[in-house]
């Protein structure tokens, strides 16, 4: 049926096909299965690190994450600072970058001194200079909850890196 449908030019065009990839008649044609895609995660899919207030220094402190072999801890660049209410709560809302496909979210460290509240974020990066990543910027976000013990209508500021919002509590 194919030999009528294509005029008899199926079998040429199978026979140059196997002469072309040098098949000798007694040689299997074995497919080779297109390997599955895979999942990519984007930093959205990432729950962001949880972060605590810490509002005096504690006798023994908290260790921070471990670094993998190999990385480096690095200010994160900082696109947005916001607060708002959640439940109750001041909730500070915080967009940090990913500058390559070779940074990492590590850490945050949350410390209060009077109405100033200092948000602390560091990525993880490869120490070698010369390592090779992707060229794209990704960013990821950081809620920290700073809780509802503020006095209503006190002016309290947010340091996060290096940018800095201020805000009246409600």
């Known amino acids: 049926m194919l030999k009528t449908l294509l005029g008899g030019s199926a079998i040429g065009l199978v026979v140059a096909l196997g002469a072309y990839f040098g098949l000798r008649g007694d040689e299997e044609i074995v497919a080779t299965p297109t390997p599955e895609p895979t999942a990519v995660v984007t930093p959205s899919e990432t729950p962001p690190p949880e972060a605590s207030v810490t509002t005096e220094p504690s006798a023994t402190p908290e260790p921070s994450p471990t670094l993998a072999e190999g990385r480096a801890p690095e200010p994160a660049p900082i696109e947005s600072v916001d607060v708002g209410l959640q439940d109750g709560q001041h909730v500070v809302v915080i967009v940090a970058g990913l500058p390559n496909g070779c940074t990492e979210p590590h850490s945050q460290e949350v410390t209060r001194e009077g109405n100033v509240y200092t948000v602390t974020i560091l990525n993880s990066v490869p120490e070698d200079d010369d ?40």
């Open 131 to 170: 390592a090779i990543c992707t060229d794209i910027f990704r960013t990821y976000e950081i809620r920290v909850s700073i809780g509802d013990v503020l006095e209503p209508g006190e002016t309290y500021t947010v340091v996060a890196n290096d940018q800095e919002t201020t805000f009246t509590a409600q």
